[in-house]
């Protein structure tokens, strides 16, 4: 069983879809694919879906998340890592 719940589980036909491949995959490795069900989590609010964007501009918000922006020179410089090193320094 797979419980879909967020913004993503908005866009229109995704629970069918995400059950469908889901079906194409199982025969192959349990032979159960018809035990598949994909369900929607019921909304308790309208805000719900919304909640990853709300936490996000709040994050955005805090004077301390500038610290750890990377700016294009930055990440040409050293490349991927440099978002692990902004972070293990940001919260050792």
Known sequence: NFVLFGGN???QGMQHRLEK???KILPDTTGKSDQ???TLA???GEKEP???WLGGSVLCSLPSFEELW???DE???TGPTIV???INDFCP
């Open 9 to 11: 589980a908005m866009a």
């Open 21 to 23: 491949e889901l079906k």
């Open 75 to 77: 990440y040409d410089e």
């Open 84 to 86: 692990h090193k902004k």
């Open 42 to 44: 019921e909304k308790e």
């Open 70 to 72: 990377i700016s294009k």
């Open 36 to 38: 598949v069900t994909v």
């Open 50 to 52: 919304y909640c990853a």
